[in-house]
């Protein structure tokens, strides 16, 4: 079925440093031990027959041995949003974790409030499907991408579009990004083109010739002096924003469309999705792919991936008093068999699958508190929250964990025409 | 987080050689500051407007009206966070403005024409302002009606160097300019009969005095670090002083002394300097003169110039370097834009490609003995799949990286906390009067359709490019083939 389901002990990631030549790449020559030696840490090893030398190495590292990695995630649905009459194509969580935005093919954007699920605004204007929407750091204006070729700025607040739509792009707007700032928006379109914006005057301040066939994804890194693009010509590059120059081009060898391109939280590495089913970690700097992520199928949609983050247990932090408890990162991509695909950064392994939609899952966010949201082309947005995991879980939760179920939230007063969500996922 | 990638050569270079861009916003601008972050330049005006330009977008990220119409705006100083921003002018007041919503914190009437006016760098609820015909002021702003006290114009002279007629000599003798050390703990002040004090912020006396010339002070800078002085005199001559550490507690008045390290000026013309300002690193003196297009750059180890930049045709006011980059800033006397000065970044080419690699001159290529061998996909797949096997941190960002950011600051103290100035989507951009707007180096976006581009006679923008480009169009420099050169070099 999938690959998290073999028998052999799932592997974790190392926890100690192996020695490592100089450029920081294992030695790999092809010798027929090789292999053998590659997977020497992946033996499960009980920290207690760890030489207290290795222990002492660092107080720290030694402390936090104790806490182990969890291999399995337990995000369990917890709401069904409804209302798009047409396939959802992202999903946003707005940066203050107040609110949802969703837009999709019916050309409409919805505010969903994050906490009750209940439907806010649409926002109505596009005349053609929506792909891409983007919100601004304050969480008070939201940009959204069109078919119709237009970028228009939303205020939240009213839930009308601003005056000055940005009005530039020759084909379908594809992708966007607003800089950290706010003052800038990069988008990525059909025309092939990169465009970096002037938020205030709704100007193109530049135009960046950036592939030779329509540009999939665009983003700004944290401090927003670099912008990521990609394209279905195969390539991802990395440009200066003050100097809008290209700094670097990351190739894989297949050539893949590449259909979305994030930089990691601290920026230093970008996550691209491919149309090869693969989903890739680079370290752009290097110009090399570090992890590939397996086990979704994704040949044909432009499906999102985002990053989020997982601590041992719920609620630690508050348990180790002050103290910030060890964080580690998870990917997350949809998969056109419905299946959203939780891998762990380092060791690649899948910490989860949730059976999330029916038919194509599109987007995904990764918000506060431990939640996701996915939507698909099955027009639902469906709302995950973390659960401790149940003592005999092997990570399938469908199956083996009670959930509380919150009613599905369906927009405005239509008649409540869903399941609960929990019950549809046993069918 | 773009250093990684950026090419070296470029790092190495600390002095900006090319105009980059212009800006205008409403008005004449006369003065300029950049905030500590370098993100913002402000700009005051003959008519007493402030426009801050976001130098990300070279457009106005906000206006400040306060100042009596028509009164010039003389001088600005902001404080560390970028929040708040303090401006001066000859209508006698100096305002503190909140750039979070472009509030007037604190006006204050100081009864006379304000020459500069400068906040405490610790503390942006005090400020210092000398004033034209009277004695300088030490003004407290927490109360709403602030404290002012008058500081001494006079220097502190030992008891035989004082006149038998003390009062007619120092009648008219009045503070030009002032300006804090880095810390805060002193003031030094500048006088008409060009004598330089340095004044305790404590105790309002002044600790020391030396005497540069016979002719008035006209700007004292300081550098980052606090070390350095720059002093522009009306006697044609900028000088550069070494200061001792003023903030430590064991320095004693009696022990400072102040030499000139440097002596800059023009023997031939005897040009004087209309505005002056040290390099980031106070490495470079740079200086705009009086008649004159030009701003001269002079290399502050052997004080040799070392760049003349030009390109304005026109005389140049204030001029201001950037905090941390090779990036200086000017106003134009006549037209009152501000001209940006850069280095030039040309496309590297290895980077549109990754096997594109740069090279000196020709290289035979030789084969390597595998390149051409043929292995199973899969194994190589599955080979490149087990190599990816280390560790990998995506969440935790590097302490240099946040102090970068502004986000947490340690040290320093006060005034570190992060402040991201609200993008206002309802500026009225109409109040911009210029035809062109830079949008980069050396390009520039034509602002509305119907008009002549006589501003470009100047012969270093495309002009090809620029003619063809209405409004909403921009230009491009690379050619639109560079990304499918970039992907055919790789398909042999």
């Not at chain 1, 837009?103 to 954007?109: E, K, M, W, Y």
């Not at chain 1, 297949?254 to 970008?270: E, L, M």
């Not at chain 1, 405005?412 to 609960?420: A, I, K």
């Not at chain 2, 009152?336 to 740069?358: C, H, K, M």
């Amino acid at each position: 079925m999938s690959i998290t389901e073999h028998d052999e002990p799932a592997r974790r990631s190392p926890k100690r440093k192996r020695s490592e030549s100089p450029n920081g790449i294992p030695q790999h020559d092809g010798a027929p031990d090789a292999a053998a030696l590659q997977y020497g840490y992946d033996e499960e090893m009980p920290s207690e027959l760890q030489s207290p030398a290795e222990q002492d190495e660092d107080g720290m590292a030694a402390k936090r041995q104790r806490r182990e990695r969890p291999r399995r995630l337990n995000y369990v649905p917890y709401m069904t949003l409804r209302g798009h009459k047409r396939g959802v194509a992202a999903v946003k969580f707005s940066p203050d974790g107040r609110w949802i935005a969703s837009c999709s093919a019916d050309a409409t954007i919805k505010i969903w409030d994050a906490t009750t699920g209940a439907h806010s605004r649409t926002l109505e204007g596009h005349l053609a499907g929506i792909s891409t929407i983007a919100w601004s750091p304050d969480s008070k204006v939201l940009a959204s991408g069109s078919d119709d070729k237009i970028i228009r700025l939303w205020d939240i607040a009213t839930g009308k579009a601003l005056p000055s739509p940005l009005i530039g792009h020759h084909n379908y707007v594809y992708s966007l990004a607003f800089s950290p700032k706010g003052n800038m928006i990069v988008s990525g379109s059909y025309d092939e083109a990169v465009f970096l914006w002037d938020v205030r005057t709704a100007r193109p301040m530049r135009s960046l010739p950036a592939h030779s066939d329509p540009v999939s994804g665009v983003d700004f890194v944290r401090d927003g002096t670099l912008i990521a693009s990609c394209s279905s010509d195969g390539l991802i590059r990395i440009w200066d924003t003050s100097t809008t120059q290209c700094l670097k081009t990351l190739v894989h060898e297949d050539n893949a469309a590449v259909t979305s391109v994030r930089f990691s939280p601290n920026g230093k590495y970008v996550l691209a999705c491919t149309l090869d089913s693969c989903l890739r970690l680079w370290n752009y700097v290097d110009g090399r792919c570090i992890k590939t992520y397996q086990g979704h199928k994704n040949e044909k949609y432009s499906i999102n991936a985002a990053f989020g983050a997982y601590t041992a247990e719920l609620g630690a932090a508050s348990e180790m008093d002050g103290e910030e408890p060890e964080r580690w990162a998870f990917a997350v991509c949809g998969s056109e068999d419905g299946r959203a695909v939780l891998w762990d950064v380092s060791s690649k392994e899948v910490l989860q699958e949730l059976k999330a939609h029916e038919g194509v899952m599109l987007g995904v966010d990764v918000g506060p508190d431990d939640t996701i949201v996915t939507c698909g082309l099955d027009k639902t947005i469906r709302m995950w929250k973390r659960q401790p995991l149940p003592p005999d879980a092997n990570g399938v939760h469908e199956s083996t964990v009670v959930v509380p179920i919150v009613a599905p939230v369906v927009e405005d007063s239509t008649p409540v025409n869903g399941t609960p969500a929990g019950t549809q996922e046993d069918g | 987080m773009n250093l990684p990638l950026t090419d070296p050569v470029l790092l190495a270079q600390d002095i900006p050689d090319s105009l980059v861009a212009r800006l205008r916003s409403s008005g004449q601008a006369v003065c300029l500051r950049f905030s500590w972050k370098g993100d913002l330049l402000a700009s005051g005006t003959a008519k007493g407007t402030i426009a801050i330009f976001d130098l990300e977008t070279n457009g106005v990220a906000r206006k400040l009206k306060g100042h009596t119409n028509g009164r010039t705006v003389q001088s600005l100083s902001w404080e560390k966070s970028g929040r708040y921003l303090l401006s001066s002018s000859i209508d006698w007041k100096v305002i503190l403005w909140d750039l979070k919503d472009g509030s007037r914190v604190r006006v204050v009437s100081l009864g006379a024409p304000v020459y500069i006016a400068e906040l405490h760098p610790q503390n942006y609820l005090q400020c210092v302002a000398a004033l034209y015909e009277y004695r300088p002021v030490l003004a407290d702003l927490t109360a709403t009606t602030p404290k002012q006290h008058a500081l001494p114009n006079l220097p502190k002279r030992a008891p035989h160097e004082l006149d038998a007629n003390p009062e007619k000599a120092d009648a008219k003798h009045f503070t030009t300019v002032a300006a804090f050390t880095p810390t805060g703990s002193h003031i030094i002040t500048g006088t008409t009969k060009g004598w330089l004090n340095v004044i305790s912020t404590t105790t309002h006396q002044t600790i020391y005095s030396t005497r540069l010339c016979s002719k008035p002070i006209l700007l004292i800078r300081l550098s980052a670090s606090g070390r350095d002085l720059l002093v522009n005199a009306s006697d044609t001559i900028i000088r550069t002083i070494k200061l001792p550490d003023l903030s430590s507690p064991t320095l004693a008045p009696d022990q400072i002394r102040l030499d000139v390290e440097h002596k800059f000026q023009d023997v031939v013309n005897r040009l004087s300097w209309n505005h002056v300002a040290f390099s980031s690193s106070a490495d470079y003196v740079m200086a705009s003169t009086l008649m004159n297009h030009d701003i001269y750059i002079w290399e502050r180890g052997h004080g040799s110039l070392v760049k003349i930049l030009e390109g304005p045709k026109e005389e140049l006011g204030a001029v201001e370097w950037h905090p941390h980059r090779p990036f200086v800033a000017a106003t134009g006397v006549e037209s009152g834009r501000v001209y940006l000065w850069s280095i030039n970044t040309p496309q590297r080419w290895s980077a549109l490609a990754p096997d594109f690699l740069e090279v000196e001159e020709n290289e035979e290529y030789i084969e390597k003995e595998d390149e051409f061998d043929v292995q199973p996909v899969e194994e190589l797949q599955k080979r490149r799949l087990d190599m990816e096997d280390e560790e990998v941190d995506v969440l935790t960002v590097d302490a240099e990286q946040l102090e970068r950011e502004g986000g947490k600051k340690g040290g320093q103290g006060g005034g570190g906390e992060f402040f991201r100035m609200p993008v206002l989507l309802d500026m009225n951009e109409s109040d911009s009067e210029d035809e062109m707007v830079a949008i980069g180096t050396g390009q520039f976006r034509r602002k509305s359709t119907a008009r002549e581009e006589r501003e470009f006679e100047d012969g270093e923008e495309e002009g090809d490019g620029m003619g063809d480009s209405g409004a909403g169009v921009v230009v491009q420099d690379v050619e639109e083939d560079t990304a499918r050169a970039g992907r055919k070099r790789r398909r042999p």
